[in-house]
């Protein structure tokens, strides 16, 4: 989580094995979003993790917003899993456009 005079946006950080480092359900509180928070986090984990980790990767739902969000971040399109959302989650999962997630979108750069 990252805390600036209150909590504003937050990831999850796993170890995926294979030199992978994977970052998930980034998210920004609304109101704070658009000003750099989440990218700030995300160079935090780049810095924080380097020479530990071949391979930074982002998983995230084929949503509008995130994926040209990561580019941004300087990560590239890597591999999906199909009805991954669908298949796993008992409730459809929607963005926050109101589109439903259903493939798990793979976004990766070299550390
Ligand atoms: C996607 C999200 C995490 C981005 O977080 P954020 O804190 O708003 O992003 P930042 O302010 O750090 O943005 C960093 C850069 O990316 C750009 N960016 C952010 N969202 C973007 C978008 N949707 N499209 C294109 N660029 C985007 C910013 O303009 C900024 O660029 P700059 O450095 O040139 O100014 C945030 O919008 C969010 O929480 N969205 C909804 C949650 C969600 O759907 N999570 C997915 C769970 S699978």
Not at 45 to 62: A, E, H, N, P, T
Not at 98 to 106: A, E, K, N, P
């Amino acid at each position: 989580m990252l805390d600036d005079d209150g909590i504003k946006c937050e990831c999850l950080v796993t170890d995926e094995g294979n030199g992978i480092l994977e970052i998930k359900n980034i998210a920004t509180i609304p109101d704070y979003q658009g000003k750099g928070y989440e990218k700030a986090m995300i160079d935090f984990i780049s810095i924080k993790y380097r020479g530990q980790y071949s391979i930074l990767q982002v998983g995230i739902g084929d949503s509008t917003s995130t994926i040209p969000f990561c580019e941004k971040c300087g990560f590239v399109r890597s591999h999906s899993i199909k009805n991954f959302f669908t298949d796993n989650y008992k409730l459809p999962i929607y963005d926050e456009h109101g589109l439903q997630l259903v493939d798990m979108i793979y976004l990766q750069k070299i550390t």
